[in-house]
């Protein structure tokens, strides 16, 4: 009886294919197989078969080499990458294990980071080694940042650096430690920073915690719950100009506090933020700070490309009382627009415009929040004015300049002294070389000054040589 030899169906291995091929030919060269005509026959039927299957095999080969190079390139065009448990995004991790399994394992493919004791959690650690080298022109109180409020206006009695003054800092030296988990109620992720700015006066290193959080990803609502202290809602990181000094401008936003913080892409482009803060920080002058209630902060961003505009706002309970004086209170509030415009020949500008009463614990070197008067029993807040914006260009890939202009002013009331702070300057020019994403080394010029109530001014200019590297 004929044997039914056909492959229809059948997948082979390659070296399967070949094995059958051999044996074929191996029958064919026995003595007495091949005289037989009816197993020539076989043996002829069955090399023909298999050399259609090969054909086949061949052919399927290269459509699924052309179909992964599509798909890759589709890839490429959507500018993702390929999918991996690590790459899930919290809303997903949320619903892969909505019915209550166990979250997906973690593979370490985010750069820079390992696997903390073989757990599904994984770390990174961070920073950089900074040297500033620092000449100021005349007196200032703080020798490692440039504070416009610690420059001695007429008269001061600040005589330290008077005649020009030299300093070595490497209080600006970073360290970061970052992990990220993926639980049952989504991605976790915790970020702890310290620098050695615990003494913002000094020279002297001293170790200080710049901020430690926890957040989950995609935990109400779809949005991202954030417990701990980063820097304050109110701040727009994405327009912060490209410096050298650690201060910043004197009219910035700049705060980190502990504070419970939602956020969530709310629309195409359009990001909304919404916080309670540590209210405590600040102060009043000629009585004590008190608060009952957080600061209550809210912002908006929107985004397109590398520009974005954002519109923020906050709201405060202030209140205080003196030793033999009533207990008064005042609400403390503040409107903010800042953002980054990007502009032809590889330039930008960043800006940010603001104003408030009673919110000066928010800027870089803003005034107390407000006055206690004894004759009235009331408090009264502080009226500010604050502005900054910086021309960025990017001369090569590796070679960048900022030119920045930033000015403050406060509304004194008349029962301010003379030496309190009505207006403030602070302007910078920079050169920094990035010849690797590791390493940075720049020059930077500024120039600032501070006028108080009584009209007396004071000025300094600095000179700064920055190198960085980064781990």
């Not at 997903?92 to 493919?109: M, R, Y």
């Amino acid at each position: 009886m004929r044997r039914d030899l056909s492959l229809q169906g059948v997948r082979r291995a390659p070296w399967t294919t070949a094995a059958a091929t051999l044996v074929a030919l191996a029958l064919g060269s026995v003595p007495g197989f091949a005289a037989d005509t009816g197993a020539a026959d076989d043996a002829q039927e069955l090399r023909q078969i298999i050399e259609a299957q090969q054909r086949q095999l061949e052919a399927q080969s290269r459509l699924l080499q052309e179909l992964l190079q599509r798909v890759e390139k589709l890839t490429r065009d959507a500018g993702q990458a390929p999918a991996s448990a690590a790459a899930l995004s919290a809303p997903e991790l949320a619903q892969t294990t909505a019915a209550g399994g166990d979250p997906p394992d973690v593979e370490p493919d985010w750069p820079g980071s390992f696997s903390l004791f073989g757990s599904k959690t994984l770390l990174a650690v961070g920073g950089f080694a900074q040297l500033d080298v620092i000449y100021d022109s005349n007196a200032i109180g703080a020798p490692c940042q440039f504070i416009t409020g610690t420059i001695p206006t007429d008269g001061g009695t600040l005589a330290e650096g008077a005649d020009g003054q030299t300093n070595f800092c490497i209080n600006t030296s970073r360290l970061t430690f970052e992990s990220r988990t993926p639980t049952k109620l989504g991605q976790l992720k915790t970020f702890i920073s310290l620098d050695l700015f615990g003494d913002a006066l000094s020279t002297s290193p001293e170790l200080r915690m710049r901020q430690a959080y926890g957040e989950l990803s995609g935990a109400l609502g779809g949005g991202d719950l954030l417990f701990g202290q980063s820097w304050g809602t109110y701040v727009d990181l994405d327009a912060w100009p490209d410096i050298l000094d650690f201060e910043g401008p004197d009219s910035a936003i700049a705060v980190r506090q502990p504070m419970v913080r939602w956020s969530k892409g709310v629309a195409k482009a359009v990001d909304l933020r919404v916080a309670l803060e540590q209210p405590g920080d600040g102060s009043v002058q000629g009585a004590d700070l008190l608060t009952r209630w957080p600061d209550l902060v809210g912002t908006v961003k929107w985004t397109h490309g590398g520009s974005h505009l954002r519109g923020g706002g906050i709201l405060r309970d202030l209140r205080a009382r003196s030793e033999d004086g009533p207990l008064v209170a005042a609400t403390g509030w503040g409107v903010a627009g800042s953002g980054k415009v990007m502009l032809p020949a590889k330039s930008d500008l960043v800006f940010e415009v603001s104003y408030g009463e009673g919110v000066g614990a928010y800027y870089n070197d803003g005034p107390p929040a407000g006055v206690y008067d004894p004759e009235t029993s009331s408090l009264e807040l502080l009226p500010l004015f604050a502005y900054y914006a910086a021309f960025e260009h990017d001369w090569s890939e590796t070679l960048s300049s900022s030119l920045l202009y930033a000015a403050l002013e406060v509304d004194n009331l008349e029962s301010q002294q003379g030496v309190a702070g009505k207006k403030s300057a602070y302007f910078s020019l920079n050169l920094i070389w990035r010849p690797d994403p590791r390493l940075m080394f720049g020059i930077e010029f500024l120039s600032g000054g501070r006028r108080d109530k009584d009209d007396a001014e004071g000025t300094v200019n600095r000179l700064q040589l920055s190198s960085q590297f980064s781990f």
